[in-house]
């Protein structure tokens, strides 16, 4: 059973225009959920998290809203490059996991095109 | 500093067949995890150690097993290999597990494994 969905395996946006990246989750004992940027041959890299005490976590052009109710959360990246390009996924943990036990989501392929 | 290190970078290997993966954490690192990664089921969390002890494991069969060393290092081994273990194995370290929500994972950029 699937923890953490991300039911959009691929998503094409404009440069310059916001992306939109999707993640819901089940558990409601998940409560610090993590975003994580893959290139290919690369392992994953760390974007962004947010605690489940907040609703919205930015940084720089990256910003995660968080939505507990509907279990929801989203990755928005504005504007959109070229170099935001790859493979986008969610995580989530809970108080009695750590951060190195991760449930992971099935990815986002990202493509900014020109 | 050097990221972290997985060794080989791809395999291939017949079904029956074991396979042992390495995996050397960014210095200073005590904590290693792995991760399977397949294209239906993204990436799913194998197992946890630290200090040369399991923490956590997921929901793997018993023929995936790890183990990790004394300089931090870790080996995970899988026996009889069938072509579902097909995957991209991913191990990533962090300084140590239960430090905080803030910890962050590094992975290294994982073994390719093929099943034939």
């Known amino acids: 059973d699937q923890q953490v969905k991300q039911n959009s395996p691929s998503l094409s946006v404009q440069e310059g225009r916001i992306s939109i990246l999707n993640c819901d989750y089940t558990?409601?004992?998940?409560?610090?959920f993590l975003w994580y940027k893959k290139y290919p041959a690369e392992g994953p890299t760390f974007l962004i998290s947010?605690?489940?005490?907040?609703d919205k976590n930015e940084d720089g052009r990256f910003t995660v809203f968080l939505n507990k109710s509907a279990k929801h959360l989203s990755l928005h990246i504005v504007p959109s490059q070229p170099g935001d390009s790859a493979v986008y996924f969610c995580a989530a943990t809970g108080l009695t996991g750590t951060a190195s036990k991760l449930t992971f989501g099935t990815g986002t392929r990202l493509q900014v095109t020109l | 500093k050097a990221g972290v290190t997985q060794t080989p970078r791809y395999l291939i290997k017949t079904r029956g067949q074991q396979v042992t993966l390495s995996c050397s954490p960014i210095s200073g690192h005590r904590s290693v995890s792995w991760y399977q990664q397949t294209p239906g089921q993204g990436l799913q969390f194998l197992f946890e150690y630290f200090s040369e002890t399991q923490r956590n494991k997921g929901n793997f069969p018993g023929r995936f097993s790890g183990r990790q060393f004394s300089n931090s290092r870790s080996e995970m081994n899988v026996s009889t290999l069938e072509l579902g273990d097909s995957a991209l194995y991913l191990c990533a370290s962090s300084f140590a597990p239960g430090t905080g929500l803030d910890e962050k994972l590094f992975f290294g950029s994982g073994t390719q494994l093929s099943v034939l």
């Open positions: 558990n409601s004992m998940f409560d610090y």
């Open positions: 947010i605690s489940s005490i907040k």
